[in-house]
């Protein structure tokens, strides 16, 4: 399971209007429910929020990566917003301005679902990456961006 492997257009959202945390991840776990990678929206977004009780999933860089493992979960996905910057929590003190809500059924082992937050955390430390993406004018531009992310993955 390769993160650019789960991205997926109709799981993106360049406009993301949220104004919380928890406005966000409503918002990407609805496109996750409507693609059927998630049974319920409730349940799913209750697993991400008992996640981000453990440690804030802001990650810096204008970044956020809320994730979960959950029951409700079908296959797994990862939705993507792109905003013009919120504040995620007291824990974060800068505006986020992308979310990359990651979506892992219970029955996948914490190394695989581990491996792909690494490997997302790995492309977005590249300020160039991230850049590109804040600055994609499509849908279309976003996707590819995050295809060719490879480029920053050691290891790979």
């Known amino acids: 399971m390769q993160f650019e492997n789960l ?6 959202n360049i406009n993301l209007n949220a104004s919380n945390k928890d406005d966000a991840i409503n918002q990407l776990a609805l496109l996750l429910e409507q693609s059927e990678i998630i ?3 409730k349940e799913f977004t209750e697993a991400v929020h008992e996640r981000e009780t453990l440690t804030t999933t802001a990650v810096g860089f204008g970044v956020a990566i809320p994730h979960a493992r959950s029951s409700s979960v079908i296959e797994p996905g990862i939705a993507i917003g792109r905003s ?3 504040s995620w929590d007291q824990e974060a ?3 986020i301005n992308l979310v990359f809500l ?3 059924p219970a029955k996948i082992e914490s190394p695989e679902y581990m491996g792909i937050l690494a490997s997302i955390a790995r492309m977005l430390v590249h300020e160039e990456f991230r850049k590109s993406l804040i600055e994609a004018k499509d849908i279309d ?3 590819s961006i995050i295809s060719n992310g ?3 993955l050691v290891n790979q």
Request: hydrophobic content about 40%; charged content about 30%; glycine content about 4%.
């Open 84 to 86: 013009h910057g919120f």
């Open 93 to 95: 003190d800068f505006p």
């Open 150 to 152: 490879k480029k920053y």
């Open 7 to 12: 991205v997926k257009s109709k799981l993106i």
């Open 102 to 104: 990651l979506a892992v």
């Open 141 to 143: 531009e976003f996707t």
């Open 39 to 41: 049974k319920s929206v």
